[in-house]
């Protein structure tokens, strides 16, 4: 029987190691059921429920560090919001989602362009809803510009669908169909 310090602070060590990776464990596993339940509750047609379980999986997503999953559930919850005509809550998630992106890029010294090309996306899609084309084409142009910066084939060929999409809405046939 060894009452050594060495002993007893390996221990110590060890037993905290283990609870935080339970706590962790359990924080991620926390925020994949509330997206799970945010989806089930959006195949039932129960917005205002699905919204809610989207934002808060959005939260715990953001509070994990865990960029590509919060942004899915944030860009979730303000296509609910902009769904009910909840714009200014809409824009002010996506004002959320692009600092928190900020501060991922900052904090891993790296730029996630598919991030923000769907957060500028669905920008697009609320100024299409409220059909403000002049603020519509300054999201444009910025998905253009981040597609361009990703050098991503997947984003450019999303760009041009989407370009296709708002020169159609906004009775643009000949550039719609260029775009395709």
């Known amino acids: 029987k ?17 609870f935080c990776l339970c706590t962790q464990t359990y924080a991620q596993s926390r925020a994949d059921e509330l997206m799970k339940q945010a989806q ?23 509070t994990q ?24 809550e809409a824009f002010d998630l996506c004002r959320g989602m692009d600092q928190l992106v900020w501060a ?10 598919p991030l923000r090309f769907q957060i500028t996306k669905e920008r697009l899609q609320m100024y299409i ?11 444009l142009d910025k998905l253009a510009e981040t597609a361009s910066l990703a050098k991503n084939d997947s984003l450019s060929e999303n760009l041009l669908y989407t370009q296709a999409s708002y020169y159609y809405t ?8 260029a775009c395709f």
Not at 2 to 18: D, G, H, M
Not at 104 to 113: A, D, L, M, R, S
């Open 129 to 139: 809803g409220l059909k403000n084309a002049a603020q519509a084409k300054i999201q």
């Open 104 to 113: 991922g890029e900052q904090k891993q010294q790296k730029q996630f362009y």
């Open 40 to 62: 089930s509750s959006l195949e039932q047609k129960e917005y205002t429920k699905a919204r809610y379980l989207f934002i808060q999986a959005y939260g715990a997503f953001a």
């Open 65 to 88: 560090e865990n960029y590509p999953k919060a942004v899915e559930c944030g860009i979730q919850g303000a296509a609910l919001y902009h769904r009910e005509n909840y714009y200014k």
């Open 170 to 177: 906004f009775v643009q046939n000949t550039q719609g169909d």
């Open 2 to 18: 060894t009452n050594s310090p060495i002993t007893k602070r390996s221990i110590t060590i060890l037993l905290a190691a283990f």
